[in-house]
T-cell receptor
């Protein structure tokens, strides 16, 4: 099935560092969502974006809906150990189906 | 309030055996989804229900997979017979309606030997 392209595939950073990851699509999406998945759990919604160009923050997380509607980025500032997990972008396509990205695995070292 | 509940958490079966997964969505959520997540990948939609009606099953391999949502509440996903390539995590999610936030269960990890 169709999946969005996320990069990087994995990141290994030190506690306190900022993190940036992005997601691209070959087609236009109507919404962009960012999820976090912990081991053995289902994804949990972090941020939802509904308009092209929209910039939204949730605590230390900031995400933007690309102006072309084909991309989005997620930034995490001042990372902490509990930020460890897999981050997925997702978007609703023209048929309103929610498509997920391939994931970015984040590891934070103290 | 309880979240989306799935059972079992883990299932190990031999190929060609049948298997079933159960999902209890959040109370009042009309939309229910089954996703499959292969190792190292994001979830992929198998089927979406609006109440008891399957409104998107285009990604469901209908030769061996079946699903039902009786009375528009709990749902069951079945595979018969299972193949080696069916090993994955099967996630159930629910939302108030299709445009609202999805809440995921913890998933059932299936291993087919």
């Amino acid at each position: 099935g169709q999946q969005l392209n996320q990069s990087p595939q994995s990141m290994f950073i030190q506690e306190g560092e900022d993190v940036s990851m992005n997601c691209t699509s070959s087609s236009i999406f109507n919404t962009w969502l960012w999820y976090k998945q912990d081991p053995g759990e289902g994804p949990v919604l972090l941020i939802a974006l509904y308009k092209a160009g929209e910039l939204t923050s949730n605590g230390r997380l900031t995400a933007q809906f690309g102006i072309t509607r084909k991309d989005s980025f997620l930034n995490i500032s001042a990372s902490i150990p509990s930020d460890v997990g897999i981050y997925f972008c997702a978007g609703h396509d023209s048929t309103d189906k929610l498509i997920f990205g391939t994931g970015t695995r984040l590891q934070v070292f103290p | 309030e309880a979240g989306v509940v799935q059972s079992p958490r883990y299932k190990i079966i031999e190929k060609k055996q049948p298997v079933a997964f159960w999902c209890n969505p959040i109370s009042g959520h009309n939309t229910l989804y089954w996703y499959r997540q292969n190792l190292g990948q994001g979830p992929e939609l198998l089927i979406r229900y609006e109440n008891e009606e399957a409104v998107d099953d285009s990604q469901l391999p209908k030769d061996r997979f079946s699903a039902e949502r009786l009375k528009g509440v709990d749902s069951t996903l079945k595979i018969q017979p299972a193949e080696l390539g069916d090993s994955a995590v099967y996630l159930c999610a629910s939302s108030l309606d299709q445009a609202e936030e999805l809440f995921f269960g913890s998933g059932t990890q299936l291993s087919v030997l």
